[in-house]
């Protein structure tokens, strides 16, 4: 599968897919936003535009504003007016352009990769999620207090700093720490169908490897479980797991997600839980005395599952890709650069049946104390490099300590391959500053 040339010509125009997809997307991501009711007037615990337009500037910066401007225009003309669709289309803008900003500056390099990376984590908390948030919330209570909002003025409350403006500020971070990275990877879709068989690509990688299937399936049958429970409409007979209980409950079966199971998958995963748990609040919350501040808790709450969920998949995704490598290089020789007897030892457990055959350079040694250690490092390099050239693709040439070699070959044939070796090594030869070289091999 290919795409084609003029769509990949004009997708990142302003006229293109930054001018489409706001007015596409926007009414559809805005369906998980979520309101409740306090005693003192409306909060939103979860809202997800924010991050949905920030993640627009990050894939197509300045090109993004002529579709994010029309996309609100669209939506909020004809349930507010003109005068609060312009008030709510600069409260948008400045929010964006600044963050977006500010996170280019501070993260110059590489700040357009795939949300995962331990590198870019702070940079990414800030700017993304603590400074986009902080700059909505002031800005909205600012405009709010002259006036500019009367059709939304039930969400600001009485007094600017109340658990009203605690929960309303919850709810967009954990829009933004969860919405970025979800926003991102639709619109990387869209843009680049192809991308889905990368990213999967990546998350198998990212999967512990001694991870089994049954162990996914058992995993998921527990979330599923927990989010069923905790989705089910409250009775007279619901027990204490009816109750946001459950809601504690799915932080350890998330983190041992985010530990075995990396962070590709993760992410994904947590998105989905996260959205639906808050979007049926009312099932596991019901009304009682002291349910602002109950809600407030709550609110907290996802924020903070989101935020360690998030960490701990980074970190063990990281962990294990530092730990994967370390063991890679274990089997090299850190001088030679070449497969060592620990990686020998590994290939004959894997094929037991197999023929060693010892190379033997005694003129090395000489050469080596006249010349240096690097004509010796250097000669084997390209002596094992020569000889790869003859063998089969599961066959390969080990370092030992001092002017030996050690080659492992299949057993089909090996007399008459070890005849041909033999005369094919007799051809190699090795220039050392302009002087050719060649000591006698056995």
């Known amino acids: 599968m290919k795409l084609n040339k003029t769509y990949i010509n004009i997708r990142d125009k302003w006229w293109g897919l930054p001018l489409l997809l706001p007015s596409i997307l926007l009414p559809v991501l805005s369906s998980a936003n979520t309101y409740a009711h306090t005693s003192t007037g409306n909060v939103v615990l979860f809202y997800l535009p924010l991050a949905f337009m920030f993640s627009l500037m990050l894939f197509f910066g300045w090109a993004a504003l002529p579709g994010i401007v029309i996309a609100i225009f669209w939506r909020t003309y004809p349930q507010m007016g003109l005068y609060e669709t312009l008030s709510v289309t600069m409260h948008f803008i400045i929010t964006i352009v600044l963050s977006w900003g500010g996170y280019c500056v501070f993260a110059p390099r590489r700040n357009n990769v795939s949300h995962g ?190 935020f360690i969920v998030n960490y701990m998949a980074v970190l063990a995704t990281r962990q294990r890709v530092v730990s994967s490598r370390a063991r890679r290089l274990a089997y090299l020789d850190p001088v030679v650069h070449l497969p060592n007897l620990r990686a020998l030892n590994r290939a004959l457990k894997n094929a037991p049946c197999s023929t060693l055959c010892f190379l033997h350079v005694p003129g090395l040694e000489l050469l080596g104390k006249n010349y240096g250690v690097m004509l010796r490092i250097q000669y084997k390099q390209k002596l094992s490099h020569w000889i790869t050239q003859m063998l089969a693709s599961n066959e390969c040439v080990y370092q030992m300590s001092g002017h030996d070699l050690v080659l492992r070959l299949n057993t089909e044939s090996y007399q008459q391959r070890i005849e041909a070796l033999d005369k094919y090594i007799k051809q190699f030869r090795f220039i050392w500053d302009g002087l050719p070289l060649q000591p006698p091999s056995a």
Request: net charge positive.
């Open 117 to 306: 990376d331990a590198r870019l984590i702070f940079q990414r908390m800030f700017w993304q999620v603590f400074c986009s948030a902080t700059l909505f919330l002031v800005i909205y209570q600012c405009a709010a207090f002259v006036g500019m909002y009367e059709s939304k003025s039930s969400l600001m409350g009485i007094m600017p700093f109340n658990i009203n403006t605690l929960i309303n500020y919850q709810a967009l971070l954990v829009g933004n720490l969860i919405g970025v990275p979800l926003c991102y990877f639709i619109i990387r879709t869209i843009r680049n169908p192809l991308h889905l068989r990368g990213y999967y690509q990546q998350l198998k990688l990212q999967v512990d490897s001694k991870t089994t299937k049954k162990e996914i399936v058992i995993w998921l049958a527990v979330l599923i479980t927990l989010m069923f429970i905790l989705c089910m409409p409250l009775t007279d007979n619901s027990s204490i797991f009816s109750t946001n209980y459950t809601l504690s409950l799915l932080l350890p079966v998330m983190l041992w997600g985010a530990m075995h199971y990396g962070y590709k998958f993760i992410s994904i995963i947590w998105a989905f839980v996260l959205i639906t748990s808050i979007h049926y609040y009312q099932r596991y919350m019901p009304w009682y005395s002291g349910y602002d501040t109950q809600l407030a808790i709550t609110s907290s709450s996802y924020l903070v599952f989101s």
